[in-house]
């Protein structure tokens, strides 16, 4: 199960941290990823971590202004979303996967989301 929380209303400019907690799978050997879905758009990618939390890859739009990172020892994967833009308004989901990626349909497991509304 993957419960994500931390979104809300914030201004442009603004900043928020996402928090994804894991549980009811065995270990740390999974990576977690974030995604986005906008208004009347497609779900996509935002950035993902790998199990020892060693790597991880961000898409352009939010290089620089976002930082993933994960506590194995609280099962958490934490999203920090700074600079923020009326673009990234959108409900932000985390996933659960085999490996490192950006791509939704790499990824088994999903929480239910968390709306997050930039507007000033």
């Known amino acids: 199960q993957l419960q994500a929380c931390g979104g809300g209303l914030v201004q442009p400019g603004g900043s928020v941290r996402l928090s994804c907690a894991v549980s009811?799978?065995?270990?740390?050997?999974?990576?977690i990823g974030w995604f986005h879905q906008a208004p009347g758009k497609e779900r996509e990618g935002v950035s993902c971590i790998s199990s020892s939390g060693g790597s991880s890859i961000y898409v352009d739009s939010v290089k620089g202004r976002f930082t993933i990172s994960r506590d194995n020892a609280k099962n958490t994967v934490y999203l920090q979303m700074n600079s923020l833009k009326s673009e990234d308004t959108a409900v932000y989901y985390c996933a659960l996967g085999p490996e490192p990626s950006v791509r939704d349909y790499e990824f088994d497991y999903w929480g239910q989301g968390t709306l997050v509304t930039v507007s000033s």
């Open positions: 009811g799978f065995t270990g740390d050997d999974y990576a």
